[in-house]
C-alpha cells in the first residue's frame, strides 16, 4: 500500500492505495486511522483498488471541524470528485458506516455499499460520553475494552488505546458526540444500493440488533454475523471479514 495527499477546499486528506480491479473506499470509525483495515489488505488487494482513508484529523490529515457525520460525508463525496472514482464500493466500520449511510444513496459514483459494526443510530453511553470529556484517559481506557470481547489479546487493546490517543480528545469527542447525533433511520427506506452488513456476533458497542435494523430497512440487503467477534470484528477477525467483503463485491461489481 502506497501513502498519497490530496488536498481538499479545508486541507489535506491522508490515504493508502493499492490492488488492482475496481475502486473500493474504506473508511474507518471513531478515533481510528487507516491501518486500522491492515488484516483486510491481502485478500481485497487481490481483486479491487483500495482507496484507505484517513478521516480529517485522523492519521495524517489536516484537522477539518467534522462535529457531524453529514460533515464527513462532505469530505468523502469531496474526495470521490477530486480523485473521480467510478463504480465505487463504500466500506465503513461503526462512525464509518455511519458516513457511508449519509454518503452512497446520495452520489452517482457509489454502486455498493459495506457496513461493519453500525447501525442507523449510534447512541453513545452517557458515562463513556463524559468520560471523554472530563477524564481522558480513563474514557479511553473504557472504549479499548468495549472494542473487544473478554478474553481479547492486551496487544489488540493497546493498539487501540495508541489510536485514541494520537487522535486526541478534541477529535475522538467530536467523533462521539456526531455518532450521538446521528440518524439515518429516515434514510434506509431509499436506500437502493446493493449492501452488505457485517458485525462481530459478540459487539457491545454497536450490538447484532442494529444490524437486523438495517437489514430490515434496507431492501434487499445481505446480513453476515461472524462468531465470537466484538467491535473491532475487521481487526479481530480481517481475513474472514475480508473474504465476506470479496465475495460479495465479486457478485454485485463483477457478476461473478
Same mark, same amino acid.
Given at each position: 500500500?502506497?501513502?498519497?495527499?490530496?488536498?481538499?477546499? $479545508?486541507g489535506i486528506?491522508?490515504?493508502?492505495?493499492?490492488?488492482?480491479?475496481?475502486p473500493?473506499?474504506l473508511?474507518? $470509525?471513531?478515533g481510528? =486511522?487507516?491501518?486500522?483495515? /491492515?488484516e483486510?489488505?491481502?485478500?481485497?488487494?487481490e481483486?479491487?483498488?483500495?482507496y484507505?482513508?484517513?478521516?480529517?484529523?485522523?492519521?495524517?490529515?489536516?484537522y477539518i471541524?467534522?462535529p457531524r457525520i453529514?460533515?464527513?460525508s462532505?469530505? +468523502? #463525496?469531496?474526495?470521490l470528485?477530486?480523485a473521480?472514482?467510478r463504480?465505487?464500493?463504500?466500506?465503513?466500520?461503526s462512525m464509518?458506516?455511519?458516513? +457511508?449511510l449519509?454518503t452512497?444513496?446520495?452520489? /452517482?459514483? +457509489?454502486?455498493?455499499?459495506?457496513?461493519v459494526?453500525t447501525?442507523?443510530?449510534l =447512541?453513545?453511553?452517557?458515562?463513556?460520553?463524559?468520560? !471523554?470529556?472530563?477524564d481522558?484517559?480513563?474514557?479511553?481506557?473504557l472504549m479499548?475494552?468495549?472494542s473487544?470481547?473478554?478474553?481479547?489479546?492486551?496487544? #489488540?487493546l493497546d493498539e487501540?488505546?495508541? @489510536?485514541?490517543w494520537?487522535?486526541g480528545?478534541?477529535?475522538?469527542?467530536q467523533?462521539m458526540?456526531?455518532?450521538? #447525533?446521528?440518524?439515518?433511520?429516515e434514510? !434506509?427506506?431509499?436506500?437502493?444500493l446493493p449492501? !452488505?452488513i457485517?458485525?462481530?456476533e459478540?459487539d457491545v @458497542?454497536?450490538?447484532?440488533? !442494529?444490524s437486523r435494523e438495517l437489514?430490515?430497512?434496507?431492501?434487499?440487503?445481505?446480513?453476515r454475523?461472524?462468531? $465470537?467477534a466484538g467491535?473491532?470484528?475487521?481487526?479481530?477477525n480481517g481475513?474472514e471479514?475480508a473474504r465476506?467483503?470479496?465475495?460479495?463485491?465479486?457478485?454485485?461489481?463483477?457478476?461473478?
Open positions: 500500500m502506497e501513502r498519497h495527499f490530496l488536498r481538499l477546499a $479545508g486528506l491522508s490515504y493508502l492505495v493499492g490492488g488492482k480491479g475496481p473500493v473506499v473508511i474507518h $470509525g471513531a481510528n =486511522r487507516a491501518e486500522i483495515w /491492515k483486510l489488505f491481502p485478500v481485497l488487494t481483486g479491487y483498488t483500495l484507505v482513508l484517513d478521516l480529517p484529523g485522523h492519521g495524517l490529515s489536516s471541524p467534522c453529514e460533515d464527513y462532505s469530505r +468523502v #463525496l469531496e474526495f470528485e477530486a473521480d472514482l463504480g465505487v464500493a463504500l466500506v465503513g466500520h464509518g458506516g455511519a458516513i +457511508v449519509k452512497g444513496p446520495f452520489s /452517482k459514483r +457509489v454502486a455498493a455499499l459495506v457496513l459494526g447501525g442507523a443510530r =447512541r453513545v453511553n452517557p458515562r463513556l460520553l463524559s468520560m !471523554l470529556k472530563d481522558f484517559p480513563r474514557g479511553i481506557e479499548a475494552r468495549w473487544f470481547p473478554k478474553g481479547a489479546p492486551q496487544e #489488540l487501540a488505546k495508541e @489510536m485514541f494520537q487522535s480528545q478534541a477529535v475522538l469527542y467523533d458526540l456526531a455518532c450521538d #447525533l446521528y440518524s439515518a433511520t434514510d !434506509l427506506g431509499d436506500i437502493s449492501t !452488505l457485517v458485525c462481530g459478540r @458497542m454497536t450490538p447484532p440488533d !442494529l437489514q430490515r430497512g434496507i431492501r434487499g440487503a445481505e446480513l454475523l461472524v462468531e $465470537g467491535h473491532m470484528v475487521h481487526r479481530e481475513e471479514v465476506l467483503i470479496s465475495s460479495f463485491l465479486d457478485a454485485q461489481l463483477k457478476g461473478g
